[in-house]
């Protein structure tokens, strides 16, 4: 009996000290672990692609574009560093030190605020787009993109310091064993975070789009009474792709309610429902993978722009210039 107490703990020399190891069922602790981690390299290699894409073909490099791109790389680090601790911890015990436990923490915050913050900035630039298409290229420059994608990063650095800031000044202070990785907020820091990562770029995604929906429709509306008067149907192929980024743009609006909305519920329940908290934090997790679906595999320049990769055509000469749009 006390043998099999031993092999439970984290670390059995430290006896009272060490944490129990997680338990699991021999399919929670394989199939679920081995299709977890399936979506992860799945979310690294689709965002490796979408960065690769627009950083290597000079076409690709449009302000848009910058804004897919500053995602995609948030993206990325879920699926490369965030997701996986977070399967780690839910099947094995922190080995590594405190330090290295709130550090995790603060890039997980980081990362995912920041992927927030770039779906605002594009939903802000389809708005530009579609509903004041002859100021856009004025409004919005590459310059003013990079601009903005370095304050939302600096944003994210800093509210991610202001949650975390007791873990990271004094790491593994609210550890109750060791093999632990918790990591504390208070009431006040939890309602800011709900705020400013979930409610109010909610409400900003679905005014925009909202907007743009109605937009889209009005001018499709438009053109199908211009052809029915027998005048040149030549904007027609204009309307039809603003409506079809309308309807894109519903679908994320759809993904993005999806995949926050119960891990937000379940945050302000706090432990009400223990059993669900994993499982909606990497419903929390899966819009990283969803995300370059969503945004950039039903583009025909993408697709093109894989074949370039996997076909090994970007390691030319001139590669970068060629045709991809």
């Known amino acids: 009996m006390e043998s099999k107490d031993q092999s439970e703990l984290c670390f059995p020399q430290l006896a009272n000290l060490s944490c129990s190891k997680p338990p699991s069922s021999w399919s929670e602790g394989v199939f679920w672990s081995v299709l977890l981690y399936f979506i992860c390299v799945l979310t690294v290699l689709l965002n490796l692609l979408v960065i690769t894409s627009i950083s290597h073909f000079r076409q690709l490099?449009?302000?848009?574009?910058?804004?897919?791109?500053?995602?995609?790389?948030?993206?990325?680090?879920?699926?490369?560093?965030?997701?996986?601790?977070?399967?780690?911890?839910?099947?094995?015990?922190?080995?590594?030190?405190?330090?290295?436990?709130?550090?995790?923490?603060?890039?997980s915050f980081t990362v995912t605020s920041a992927s927030v913050g770039n779906m605002v900035m594009m939903s802000a630039d389809r708005y530009v787009a579609i509903c004041n298409p002859l100021q856009y290229h004025v409004q919005v420059?590459?310059?003013?993109?990079?601009?903005?994608?370095?304050?939302?990063?600096?944003?994210?650095?800093?509210?991610?310091?202001?949650l975390v800031k007791e873990d990271l000044a004094n790491p593994g202070k609210y550890k109750s064993c060791y093999g632990e990785c918790v990591i504390h907020i208070d009431y006040a820091?939890?309602?800011f975070d709900l705020v400013v990562t979930f409610i109010l770029p909610l409400c900003i995604i679905v005014t925009l789009y909202?907007?743009?929906?109605?937009?889209?429709?009005?001018?499709?509306?438009?053109?199908?009474?211009?052809?029915?008067?027998?005048?040149?149907?030549?904007?027609m192929r204009a309307r039809k792709s603003e409506l079809k980024a309308a309807r894109t743009l519903g679908v994320l609006v759809l993904v993005f309610l999806m995949c926050f909305c119960p891990y937000y519920c379940v945050s302000l329940?706090?432990?009400?429902?223990?059993?669900?908290?994993?499982?909606v934090l990497n419903m929390y997790y899966l819009n990283s993978c969803v995300n370059p679906l969503?945004?950039?595999?039903?583009?025909?320049?993408?697709?093109?722009?894989v074949k370039h990769i996997v076909t090994l055509q970007v390691l030319q000469s001139g590669s970068c210039g060629a045709n991809i749009l």
Not at 145 to 162: D, E, R, T
Not at 269 to 279: E, H, N, Q, Y
């Open 61 to 107: 490099r449009t302000p848009t574009n910058l804004l897919l791109l500053s995602l995609a790389v948030c993206d990325l680090l879920v699926g490369l560093l965030v997701w996986p601790g977070e399967i780690f911890l839910n099947k094995s015990c922190w080995t590594l030190s405190d330090v290295s436990c709130s550090l995790y923490n603060f890039v």
């Open 141 to 162: 420059t590459v310059k003013r993109i990079q601009l903005f994608v370095c304050l939302c990063w600096f944003s994210s650095l800093l509210m991610s310091s202001i």
């Open 189 to 191: 820091a939890s309602v």
């Open 210 to 235: 909202t907007r743009v929906f109605a937009v889209a429709v009005s001018q499709a509306r438009a053109v199908r009474s211009h052809v029915r008067c027998g005048k040149a149907p030549l904007p």
């Open 269 to 279: 329940a706090g432990d009400s429902f223990p059993w669900s908290a994993s499982v």
């Open 294 to 305: 969503i945004y950039v595999w039903f583009y025909p320049w993408f697709r093109r722009a």
